[in-house]
């Protein structure tokens, strides 16, 4: 299908009874044809359909194991932040320019994160990163989780290659550590429920803003989580992905998987 836009609109009117419309009769006929302007979301062509698919029927068997065993289930990603202006959506009165003042900073002037979001509490964990993620710093952040969550806990995350390698497997693999990493299907972001804690930030700190310094981004992104602690029902409420109301959908169609799978153990990482 075609892209439709006042300019695809003029070209076809032009081809077929070549006369030429204006830019403003263009937008009233794609008005008065029904069409609305959107920001679109990516189609993930990349994505297996039947991987997802097999990851809703496992995430349904992992919550239902959580709740019956006492396990934490936290979903994590890691973003960066620039110091430079994140131009979005911005409200101005008609015939005003949309403008965002910039000092150009360096490309260098960035922040990276982790973060973590737990769906049944709304706990938000996060762990600033010096330099560029790796596995020896996916493993320091767990160790952050473990430290400050005694239950078992469960790890959903990408399989980006900061979350693989040989400096996490000796870690994995502590005895009595309690914990299990579970890999989401590849090409999923929509799946990880912490692209909502990305997405909040960028909208409450960074939308439209150039912070200038490293330092500026430091302190904004610090507030930022340093408030979430008390904001967890609204975390909560903006995490929840396409992933829950899949895994809703697969329990309202089959009960009979809210049977309690089979005993896990969570010393043993699927890397």
């Not at 737990?118 to 330099?131: A, D, I, P, Q, S």
């Not at 806990?153 to 870690?171: E, F, M, N, S, T």
């Amino acid at each position: 299908m075609a892209n439709w836009n006042w300019q695809v609109v003029r070209e076809f009117i032009e081809q077929r009874f070549q006369e030429t419309l204006a830019r403003s009769t263009c937008l009233k006929y794609l008005h008065r044809l029904g069409f609305v302007l959107k920001r679109p979301k990516k189609r993930l062509l990349k994505a297996d359909a039947a991987q997802r698919a097999a990851f809703g029927e496992l995430y349904v068997a992992v919550c239902q194991e959580a709740e019956r065993l006492g396990v934490k289930i936290f979903f994590v990603d890691d973003a960066h932040f620039r110091a430079d202006a994140d131009l979005r959506g911005l409200w101005v009165l008609k015939g005003e320019p949309a403008l965002v003042d910039s000092t150009s900073p360096r490309l260098g002037e960035k922040v990276t994160y982790y973060s973590a979001v737990c769906l049944e509490t709304g706990e938000v964990e996060e762990m600033e990163v010096t330099e560029t993620c790796t596995a020896e710093t996916s493993a320091a952040f767990l160790r952050q989780l473990r430290a400050n969550h005694p239950e078992p806990l469960i790890v959903i995350w990408d399989k980006g290659p900061a979350h693989r390698g040989d400096a996490l497997r000796p870690y994995l693999a502590t005895p009595d550590l309690r914990l299990r990493v579970v890999a989401l299907p590849g090409y999923s972001p929509d799946d990880n429920a912490d692209e909502a804690i990305w997405a909040w930030l960028r909208e409450e700190v960074t939308a439209n803003t150039c912070l200038g310094t490293k330092a500026n981004v430091r302190e904004k992104v610090g507030a930022f989580f340093h408030r979430l602690g008390e904001r967890t029902e609204e975390a909560k409420q903006r995490c929840r992905t396409l992933l829950q109301a899949h895994a809703d959908a697969l329990l309202a169609a089959n009960p009979t998987l809210q049977q309690p799978t089979d005993h896990v153990d969570f010393t043993v990482a699927l890397l």
